[in-house]
């Protein structure tokens, strides 16, 4: 059965996200194709399921194979003419849409709250995202290539280009800033694009996508389709017609698109995967600050963020006294735990079931194993997805918790005798996305920048800072290429050579 849009009853935030105003929104859950909102050809759906209450909050289209093709044809016919429009034309586009999601804000913010748990109280995804997208706005007028006169006889040259037809592949923690990370330079370059969200938070992408049908986007440079990974994604990602596709999510799923794209064209591939981030903290750093830096981190979407700092390593002098401190901080930082639509509420529940019982399942063996449990306790099954702060002291060095990425509000912490065992812990992952390092000494925080394996540092400071005027990016498993920043622009070119003669 398809359903299209449906009207949902919200304690809207009267676009401040304060949530106190009742408002009903009529949800769109249908494809985004050629500038239209359609249904499946199939008419398959799925259901979404609210991680609060265990009830539908939406029944959503779900893409198959065909529906991949009509988006991917339209966004062929519309890209000569969008890469023909001038980069002024563009940022003006991108500005409206920027201007329409400020105007928007509650709506985003009830959306997240009914499809992943996300409070509206906190949510800030659209300053984030639309600090993106007014990043890149601007941007169309800087993509050049360069002129060489060292041969006598000829000038050389590169010209950038875009793609044509790409794609994106989304996950669903900050669905927002995905979007505008994946929308805002793709399309400033000059290419159309075709973006699968999540099947976790589906709505969001919709919402964007009226927002941009009422900017004045041209049909066909934007479709957004929702959709399962088999098969709405693995049909985008072997699609032959996709000439660049970047994807976000698990490095589990990345290597699949990556292998799908190998198989089908051998179209570009960007990948920005999981995280297992440490952060080290020396003895001679403000404890006080490590620690806020360090809940927060763990804290911030319920511990389910690429970046965060999953892995904290102490120097043994400070250990005892940065453990009382940090828990405490962790307390603070999550608040009042309850239902996302309510403005006191300053924690949710994780995403949905199969993320509850993945954390579960971490917990479960930790304890197995004698972990010991320094903060919080395996989560008993319950009405709502909810999750405690966890935090596990010194658990053994192969373990699971300290190498696999968990995903949600877990942390391990880790003492430490020698800087030397710090860089060498640090950096025995096999992720390298984002590493921090507290110290008030300028020499060991550059060695430590340095030394680390990822494409994210922080000096006293940790994730999820990072600004978007500079590449963030994975190391080792973690991912490939760059986004954010002029690398984050380059990936959407392509890039030719020109030689001419001047005899
Ligand atoms: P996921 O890998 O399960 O799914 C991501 C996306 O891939 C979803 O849209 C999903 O439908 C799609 N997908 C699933 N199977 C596919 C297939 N075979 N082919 C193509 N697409 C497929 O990840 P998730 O659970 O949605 O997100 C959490 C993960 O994302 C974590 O690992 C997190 O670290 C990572 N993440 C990374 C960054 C970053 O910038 N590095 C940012 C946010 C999240």
Known sequence: MESFSSTYLAADAD????????????????????????????????????????????????????????????????????????????????????????????????????????????????IIGTSILRYYAGKGHDIRGFTSLTTDTHLNMTLKQPYGVTAAIIPWNVSLIMLCMKIGPSLIAGNTLVLKSSEKSPLTSLLFARLAKQAGLPAGVLN???????????????????????????????????????ESNLKDCTLELGGKSPLVVLEDS???????????????????????????????????????????????????????????????????????NSIKSFLGEAKKQGCSFSLGDVPLEQRGCFVDPVIIWDPPKNSDIVKKEVFGPVVCVIPFDSEDEAIEQANDSDFGLYASVFTRDINRAIRFAKEFEAGTIGINTTSPYHCENLPIGGMKSSGTGRELGLEGLDIWTETKSVFMDLS
């Open 15 to 126: 676009n401040d996200n304060s949530g106190t105003r009742p408002r009903s929104y009529n949800i769109e859950t249908r494809h985004f194709i050629d500038g239209e909102f359609q249904g499946s050809k199939s008419c398959l759906t799925f259901d979404l399921i609210n991680p609060t209450t265990g009830e539908r909050s939406a029944e959503v289209s779900a893409a198959q194979a065909e529906d991949v093709d009509l988006a991917v044809v339209a966004a062929g016919r519309a890209s000569t003419s969008w890469a023909k429009r001038s980069a002024s034309d563009r940022r003006a586009m991108m500005l409206r849409i920027c201007d329409l999601i400020d105007q928007n804000v509650g709506e985003f913010a009830y959306l997240e709250a009914i499809s992943m748990g996300k409070p509206v109280a906190n949510y800030v995804d659209h």
């Open 224 to 262: 957004i389709l929702s959709g399962l990974g088999l098969p709405c994604g693995d049909s985008l990602a072997r699609h032959m017609d996709v000439r660049k596709i970047s994807f976000t999510g698990s490095a589990r799923t990345g290597m699949l698109v990556q292998r799908a794209a190998a």
């Open 286 to 356: 403000d404890l006080e600050k490590a620690a806020q830096a360090a809940a927060f981190s763990i804290m911030f979407n319920s511990g389910q963020i690429c970046m965060a700092s999953t892995r904290v390593y102490v120097q043994r002098p400070v250990a005892d006294q940065f453990l009382t401190l940090y828990k405490e901080k962790i307390l603070q930082v999550r608040g009042r735990v309850g239902d996302p639509l309510d403005p006191q509420t300053t924690s949710g529940p994780v995403a949905d079931r199969q993320q509850f």
